[in-house]
């Protein structure tokens, strides 16, 4: 194996930088669509349905590629799947800036675009992330998925501003342009695990290093189910469970709910009011609200069960959604841009931005990698702590 040169740190910590850029890239398109969804509707005059139903048949794309996207980085690696995605979505940017109407949106952006985030977004660092982090998977799991919420928090609003100043499609070519760095990004620095540079997950070097910090206060993972965790699983018997079917209905059914808001949250709080601009810096709170939200229950991913942490993060979410009704039926509701005071909006709009960016912040105890059957929890002997001791077999 050709010796490649160590870095003074832990090279799976480069591995989380350069997924923090690459999905803050990527679903920065992505939720960038919710400002493009105004932009648009006013350009072509048509109904908000046909419109949104461009992001319906973009959403429905991404989750039926999810599965090709996954053989390819099991086949390729995420070194050459991601710059090929990021490739394949600067392509339909391009393209989506010279649409003029449903069926060619459609095409480039409900096709092209989807594909591209497929290749370049969840599920490459799904499978690449846990390989590099065993002991503390939750953590650098929620670091690299923070980058969502920066791109959330920058990118929509600066194509806000493009599009009022140049128009919806010069904002697309730049959007187009943004992605092309994501291409060296990873070819140059991405691998598909510890073993492409020398190295093992968490950094440890060696076993016998292990096993001398085998008397540190540490957590261990803790085994719930010895029989399900003893199973040799392949992807036909797990079709055949009803776990596997339940957590796949959680992770089906949740976009509907999550996407569908977030697309219309811009023209939602425009409709009441608030202009274009500060509409689109109220969707980028959400995103930074989200970046913590991953760090922190990514974190405590790695101190309690993962599915105690992300159950806590959908229930923040679901209790958000009141305020977001309260701030529709304010009565301020009725006034031009200037008119309603900042005390009447803020409470619920507030609420909103914090609480509900912990839906897709669920997602980072959610990420797979520990064995089946398992969970990561405190020692009985031991004072808590985010450091693990993996089960033999981890990646």
């Known amino acids: 194996m050709k010796k490649f040169p160590r870095l003074p740190f832990y090279y799976g910590w480069l591995i989380v930088a350069v997924s923090f850029v690459t999905l803050g890239l990527s679903f920065g398109v992505w939720y960038s669509f919710s400002v493009f969804?105004?932009?648009?509707?006013?350009?072509?005059?048509?109904?908000?349905?046909?419109?949104?139903s461009i992001f319906s048949f973009f959403v429905i794309t991404h989750y039926l590629s999810a599965t090709g996207a996954g053989i390819l980085v099991d086949r390729y690696g995420p070194r050459w799947v991601i710059p090929a995605g990021a490739a394949i979505l600067a392509a339909a940017l391009l393209l989506s800036s010279r649409a003029a109407s449903l069926p060619q949106f459609y095409l480039t952006y409900g096709v092209g675009a989807a594909v591209g985030i497929?290749?370049?977004?969840?599920?490459?660092?799904?499978?690449?992330?846990?390989?590099?982090?065993?002991?503390?998977r939750g953590l650098a799991v929620g670091l690299a998925m923070a980058g969502i919420g920066v791109g959330m928090l920058f990118i929509p609003p600066g194509m806000q501003r493009l599009i009022a100043a140049h128009g919806w499609r010069q904002a697309y070519v730049v959007l187009a342009l943004l992605m092309l760095p994501a291409i060296p990004l990873n070819l140059f620095c991405q691998r598909r695990d510890p073993a492409a540079v020398g190295e093992r997950p968490d950094g440890e070097q060696d076993p016998a290093a292990a096993a001398a910090a085998k008397n540190t206060p540490s957590s261990q993972l803790v085994?719930?189910?010895?029989?399900?965790?003893?199973?040799?699983?392949?992807?036909?018997?797990?079709l055949g469970t009803r776990r596997f079917w339940l957590l796949a209905a959680g992770f089906f059914c949740g976009p509907f709910a999550i996407q569908g808001t977030l697309l219309h949250t811009v023209a939602c709080l425009v409709d009441h009011g608030i202009r274009p601009q500060s509409a689109a810096a109220?969707?980028?709170?959400?995103?930074i609200c989200g970046a913590v939200g991953k760090v922190l229950l990514g974190f405590l991913a790695d101190r309690w069960l993962r599915e105690t942490a992300s159950s806590i993060g959908m229930a923040a979410a679901s209790t958000s959604l009141p305020s977001a009704s309260a701030s529709a039926t304010a009565p301020w509701r009725r006034f031009s841009p200037p008119s309603p005071p900042t005390s009447s909006r803020a409470p619920p709009s507030a609420a909103f931005s914090a609480c509900f960016p912990s839906s897709s912040a669920s997602a980072a105890p959610a990420a797979p990698g520990s064995p089946a059957g398992s969970s990561t929890a405190p020692t009985a002997t031991t004072p808590p702590s985010f450091l693990s001791s993996p089960a033999s077999g981890s990646p």
């Open 37 to 52: 969804f105004v932009a648009i509707i006013r350009d072509f005059g048509w109904e908000r349905a046909a419109t949104a």
């Open 118 to 136: 497929s290749l370049m977004g969840f599920v490459p660092h799904a499978t690449l992330l846990p390989r590099w982090f065993a002991r503390r």
């Open 223 to 238: 085994v719930v189910d010895r029989e399900w965790a003893a199973t040799e699983w392949t992807a036909a018997r797990a």
């Open 282 to 287: 109220i969707f980028g709170l959400l995103g």
